[in-house]
């Protein structure tokens, strides 16, 4: 059974930093794509960053937070993280981990809130 459960989120300033880590279960981790995706109150889901299936895994951003967040994975420990530097309020949201194994699966969301 695919599970992925998201953590590291919290309270943070403007300007401040955070990591998310998603751990992931119940499918071959290396052989596939992770995405990161955030929801804000009112808003769709978007994504924010994604990260291919091999080591050294091409990434892509949204505009938005390019030069920002990086995203990286470690297939040993089946985590995906993303390292959110420079966050700004706009960047609140909830954050989730996601990844296509036949079907479509989301992790639970971790809350990050960007307020002085």
């Known amino acids: 059974q695919v599970q992925l459960v998201e953590s590291g989120g919290g309270l943070v300033q403007p300007g401040g930093s955070l990591r998310l880590s998603c751990a992931a279960s119940g499918f071959m981790f290396s052989a596939y794509a992770m995405s990161w995706y955030r929801q804000a109150p009112g808003k769709g889901r978007e994504l924010v960053a994604s990260?291919?299936?091999?080591?050294?895994?091409?990434?892509n951003y949204a505009d938005s937070v390019k030069g920002r967040f990086t995203i990286s994975r470690d297939n040993a420990k089946n985590t995906v993280y993303l390292q959110m530097n420079s966050v700004k309020p706009e960047d609140t949201a909830v954050y989730y981990c996601?990844?296509?194994?036949?079907?479509?699966?989301w992790g639970q969301g971790t809350q990050v809130t960007v307020s002085s």
């Open positions: 990260i291919t299936s091999s080591s050294g895994g091409s990434t």
């Open positions: 996601r990844v296509i194994v036949r079907n479509l699966y």
